[in-house]
């Protein structure tokens, strides 16, 4: 079962909602949040592979929620950019430093168009 991530406001890095711009410290460049990820939940392997390459897991988040779907196929792009439309499900597939896959899902949109969560997690936990 997921395991709740800090509440924001708990941990600096983590994202505490809707904003216009998230902004990476070591870049100049903003990026555009393109939708919102609900509750953020990560399971116990996902927590534990972030710990081990001592990764809180914002970067990936930002990504994610930026649109920059990591190492997923081009078909798995594609689908993701419907899905903004949509409200279908959204994933994305990153290598942490050790070369662990992690991979980050959001749920799709209810009949309101919320997203009501995003789960980090490894492939063998889905």
């Known amino acids: 079962m997921p395991r709740k991530a800090n509440r924001p406001g708990e941990d600096s890095h983590a994202p505490t909602g809707p904003q ?13 949040v393109r939708f919102t990820l609900g509750q ?6 996902a927590l534990e ?3 081990r390459n001592n990764a809180t897991g914002f970067d990936y988040l930002r990504r994610h929620a930026s649109g920059d779907w990591g190492i997923v196929c081009d ?3 594609q689908a993701n950019e419907d ?3 949509t409200g279908a499900r959204l994933m ?4 942490l430093p050790d070369e662990t896959k992690l991979w980050i899902i959001t ?7 919320k997203r009501a969560a995003t789960t980090l997690l490894l492939p063998d936990e889905y």
């Open 20 to 32: 216009l711009f998230m902004e990476d410290e070591n870049m100049s460049t903003k990026q555009e």
């Open 107 to 113: 749920e799709a949109a209810d009949d309101a168009g």
């Open 83 to 85: 899905a903004l439309k």
């Open 75 to 77: 078909e798995d792009k």
């Open 92 to 95: 994305s597939a990153y290598f």
């Open 40 to 45: 953020i939940v990560a399971t116990p392997g």
């Open 49 to 51: 592979a972030l710990q």
